[in-house]
């Protein structure tokens, strides 16, 4: 499986991103793919993800002004991130895992579970 990010840049407060993730050599019958995000120093942080049965979860620290979305068409998962902070600089990792784990997703990419991405930097200024 490789994963490759894109989408980084720099933006000040309150502005917008895109993240997407190419995924190949992956099989989308069962899934759990998402986003977790890591400044150095500190913990891995989960972001998003989503899962096979279409569920997506999503940390505290982000929900409603994040969302995540997939196109398997396109092999490419994406992060659209709104109203961004100073706080939400990292860098931003893709995580994919054949297997669903249904309501723990999140959890499982963020312990490091799957296969993930060389990550894309996000920096917002203030």
């Known amino acids: 499986v490789q994963l490759v990010e894109s989408g980084g840049d720099s933006v000040q407060t309150g502005g917008s991103l895109r993240l997407s993730c190419i995924a190949s050599?992956?099989?989308?019958?069962?899934?759990?793919m998402g986003w977790f995000r890591q400044v150095p120093g500190k913990e891995r942080e989960g972001v998003a993800s989503i899962g096979s049965d279409g569920i997506s979860h999503y940390g505290d620290s982000v929900k409603g002004r994040f969302t995540i979305s997939i196109d398997t068409a396109k092999n490419t998962l994406y992060l659209e991130m709104n109203s961004l902070k100073p706080e939400d600089t990292a860098m931003y990792y893709c995580?994919?895992?054949?297997?669903?784990?249904?309501?723990?997703?999140?959890?499982?990419?963020?312990?490091?579970?799957?296969?993930w991405g060389q990550g894309t930097q996000v920096t917002v200024s203030s």
């Open positions: 050599g992956f099989s989308y019958t069962s899934y759990c």
């Open positions: 995580a994919a895992d054949s297997r669903p784990y249904a309501d723990y997703c999140l959890v499982a990419l963020t312990s490091g579970l799957g296969d």
